[in-house]
């Protein structure tokens, strides 16, 4: 079992910055692959970021690429999430997932992870 913990959510205006953490509660097999959600109010949830810590890849969906940023420090068993350039359509909850096991071609695949945080908001005004 693992604990994700996020934070960093806030509100900011259009064009502002964000970073959000991810604090495991340990690094274990479990948090091999992790990855960042969101979901707006009335809207699925969708994969933003993804991590594979073990040699540090990383994937994004295409309406942040360029903007968002993962990465990890695994001496604080912490994934980050550097968003940029934030877009009122960038409001959401966004969450932390991990698993051990994750098909590649799913990378942003909901059913792929079976650990997830409770979420931090995220309020981007124009």
């Known amino acids: 079992q693992v604990q994700l913990v996020e934070s960093g959510g806030g509100s900011v205006q259009a064009g502002g910055s964000l970073r959000l953490s991810c604090v495991a509660s340990a690094y274990t097999r479990s948090t091999i692959y992790m990855a960042w959600f969101r979901q707006a109010p009335g809207k699925e949830r969708e994969g933003v970021a993804a991590i594979y810590n073990r040699g540090g890849s990383t994937d994004y969906a295409d309406s942040v690429k360029g903007r968002f940023t993962i990465s990890q420090d695994n001496a604080k068993n912490t994934v980050y999430l550097q968003m940029n350039s934030l877009k009122p359509e960038d409001t959401a909850t966004y969450y932390c997932?991990?698993?051990?096991?994750?098909?590649?071609?799913?990378?942003?695949?909901?059913?792929?992870?079976?650990?997830w945080g409770q979420g931090t908001q995220v309020i981007v005004s124009t």
């Open positions: 997932a991990a698993d051990e096991w994750v098909r590649i071609w799913h990378l942003f695949n909901v059913d792929e992870y079976d650990y």
